[in-house]
């Protein structure tokens, strides 16, 4: 049985090696709800990430960002489910997304991995994909450029700005999603909440 608490769980590389990468906003934004709400991530063995238990919203939350690198990412994130006794109805994972523009958000129950490897362990390792996402957009890279290369580079300076702006809303978001559900968070957030700098046009 669960409490009604929630999981949200932001999914990355170590940051001492990709830190400020395309890869890393889903953990980055982890880091803005824990500021946000005054908690300290801090290692739980047992569950393979970093975790902090706050209220957000007025909702009950574990914060968690896994310790592994992004393409294992679903042994933690189902450790922590269970540690916490949350189950996947009530996970929301927040990731990067390479079809959703930089300076988009986008919001789904369910659906297929879309080509991201972490997305693909998470499923296989809840053995579902009836969690909620938070899809954080990255863009596609230019011209012929591996994605995977592109994932793994780090923000310009200008993009930086953008990305800020945009962990700011997605925040916002996670709490009305708590609070008031997929259809309302949808509503109010899907689409463009911030663009590019002159710089990088």
């Given at each position: 049985?669960?409490?009604?608490?929630?999981?949200?769980?932001?999914?990355?590389?170590?940051?001492?090696?990709?830190?400020?990468?395309?890869?890393?906003?889903?953990?980055?934004?982890?880091?803005?709800?824990?500021?946000?709400g005054r908690?300290?991530?801090?290692?739980?063995?047992?569950?393979?990430?970093?975790?902090?238990?706050?209220?957000?919203?007025?909702?009950?939350?574990?914060?968690?960002?896994?310790?592994?690198?992004?393409?294992?990412?679903?042994?933690?994130?189902?450790?922590?489910?269970?540690?916490?006794?949350?189950?996947?109805?009530?996970?929301?994972?927040?990731?990067?997304?390479?079809?959703?523009?930089?300076?988009?958000?986008?919001?789904?129950?369910?659906?297929?991995?879309?080509?991201?490897?972490?997305?693909?362990?998470?499923?296989?390792?809840?053995?579902?994909?009836?969690?909620?996402?938070?899809?954080?957009?990255?863009?596609?890279?230019?011209?012929?450029?591996?994605?995977?290369?592109?994932?793994?580079?780090?923000?310009?300076?200008?993009?930086?700005g953008v990305?800020?702006?945009?962990?700011?809303?997605?925040?916002?978001?996670?709490?009305?999603?708590?609070?008031?559900?997929?259809?309302?968070?949808?509503?109010?957030?899907?689409?463009?909440?911030?663009?590019?700098?002159?710089?990088?046009?």
């Open positions: 049985m669960t409490d009604g608490r929630w999981l949200v769980a932001g999914l990355g590389n170590p940051p001492a090696e990709y830190a400020g990468t395309r890869h890393n906003v889903g953990a980055e934004l982890i880091e803005v709800l824990a500021a946000d908690a300290t991530l801090s290692r739980n063995r047992r569950a393979g990430c970093r975790t902090a238990e706050l209220r957000l919203g007025g909702a009950s939350v574990v914060l968690a960002v896994p310790e592994s690198f992004m393409n294992v990412s679903g042994g933690p994130v189902q450790r922590a489910a269970g540690w916490y006794r949350i189950p996947a109805a009530r996970i929301i994972v927040c990731h990067d997304d390479l079809d959703v523009p930089l300076g988009e958000l986008r919001f789904k129950r369910g659906g297929g991995p879309g080509g991201h490897n972490g997305l693909r362990d998470l499923d296989r390792a809840l053995g579902t994909t009836d969690y909620l996402r938070v899809r954080v957009g990255v863009g596609r890279p230019p011209g012929n450029s591996p994605a995977a290369d592109h994932v793994l580079r780090p923000f310009s300076a200008g993009e930086r990305v800020a702006t945009v962990l700011t809303t997605a925040a916002e978001a996670v709490s009305t999603l708590l609070t008031e559900g997929l259809e309302a968070t949808q509503n109010r957030y899907h689409g463009r909440t911030a663009t590019s700098s002159e710089e990088d046009r």
